[in-house]
């Protein structure tokens, strides 16, 4: 074997082995952003499993507000196709209407100190604030996933693994500017 022929083969393996380190990096990254979805659609799950029952404490209150109620339904209604049809931008929408929905029944309840002082209410209520922040959490872990793992798919050389084997860029979990824009704490006070 000539020394040309031995440096093309090396030069081949060599970048054989960059090529298949690079498509291992990028199997790493898409079951990352997998499973960051995953952890978010458990606690979705939870929560689309606790709404109904905070939406029925409620009910037995008569004057309160239906409106509230129905929209509330309807919103974990649109979670729930969003989050089964993996449709990320609909999900963001849906998540949006929900919390809206829930800030609502929450702050409506302040006129019902009976509904207040319910204990089976407080237990939801606490239940569904903590869902509400874990999965607040867990959407932070999958946007950095989805950055990371778009990222890698444009930078060279790995723009051409991931061109070879069809990745493509995956969508982040965005919101409403309402929902990320800061408190009016001073109209909190305003009476």
Not at 150 to 169: K, S
Request: glycine content about 4%.
């Amino acid at each position: 074997m000539s020394v040309s022929n031995a440096l093309v083969l090396a030069a081949a393996v060599v970048l054989l082995v960059y090529g298949v380190l690079i498509y291992n990096g990028l199997v790493r990254l898409k079951h990352n952003v997998a499973r960051a979805w995953s952890n978010i659609d458990v606690l979705l799950k939870q929560r689309h499993d606790e709404l109904p029952k905070l939406v029925e404490v409620c009910r037995q209150y008569k004057l309160f507000e239906q409106d509230t109620l129905v929209r509330v339904t309807e919103a974990r209604a649109r979670v729930a196709s969003a989050r089964e049809a993996h449709d990320v931008p609909a999900l963001g929408a849906a998540e949006d209407q929900l919390r809206t929905g829930l800030d609502r029944i929450f702050a409506v309840a302040e006129a019902y100190p009976e509904l207040k002082a319910n204990e089976h209410f407080m237990q939801l209520q606490g239940r569904i604030t903590a869902l509400e922040n874990a999965i607040a959490d867990r959407r932070e872990w999958y946007n950095e996933s989805v950055n990371v793992h778009n990222i890698r798919i444009e930078q060279f050389p790995d723009i051409l693994v991931a061109r070879l084997f069809g990745y493509v860029a995956q969508p982040l979990l965005r919101f409403a500017a309402a929902q990320t824009a800061d408190v009016d704490v001073k109209a909190l006070f305003r009476a």
